[in-house]
């Protein structure tokens, strides 16, 4: 949902699963716990970032990736439109970050006890990390310090380019349609 210039997601915000078509994001986590109990011999990576594409309007895409270790993965996304064009990068990154937090603090403790909890049972583990769209080659260098020191200041996992995939790979496959 979108209210001036901020993107708000909260637990009715819709997301596209690539399994299901639109689901809300208490369906998505539903999604995610049955993924993981389908298999608990398995270890997992739940991975959350955005990208984001300027055109004469500026499109938000927020993912989850789910990845069973070796065995698959699923994922889903949403999609916001800011009314208005980005052009500066800080301001972009910074909002990317921003929404992405959002997803992160979504993710409550319960959650997050809860799927491990299922996997506690047969000695495996999940591991949970917040992907950041800059790295060290780029313009986008400059930021690095900036956002990795928002995001490990607010107890989150970062990962940067070539490592944070979620948004530098599946979140920009899904701007592309701007």
Do not use: W
């Not at 369906?27 to 298999?39: N, S």
């Not at 608990?40 to 309007?57: A, E, H, L, N, P």
């Not at 938000?60 to 993965?73: P, S």
């Not at 491990?116 to 917040?130: M, Q």
Request: glycine share 8%; hydrophobic share 40%.
């Amino acid at each position: 949902m979108v209210y001036g210039n901020t993107i708000v997601l909260d637990e009715n915000t819709i997301f596209k699963s690539l399994r299901r078509g639109d689901i809300t994001f208490n369906e998505v986590f539903g999604d995610v716990l049955h993924f993981v109990e389908a298999d608990t011999s398995s270890s997992y990576r739940i991975s959350i970032g955005s990208d984001s594409q300027v055109g004469k309007t500026t499109l938000f895409v927020t993912c989850i990736h789910v990845h069973r270790i070796g065995k698959g993965a699923i994922g889903f996304l949403h999609k916001s439109h800011l009314a208005r064009p980005i052009k500066n990068l800080r301001e972009k990154i910074y909002m990317e970050t921003c929404v992405t937090l959002q997803l992160a603090y979504m993710f409550e403790q319960e959650k997050i006890d809860l799927i491990r909890d299922v996997l506690a049972r047969s000695g495996r583990g999940v591991t949970f990390e917040f992907h950041i769209d800059i790295g060290e080659k780029g313009k986008t260098k400059a930021l690095i310090n900036e956002m990795v020191g928002m995001v490990k200041g607010l107890n989150f996992t970062p990962k940067i380019k070539p490592d944070s995939y979620c948004a530098s790979t599946f979140a920009d496959r899904y701007t592309k349609a701007i």
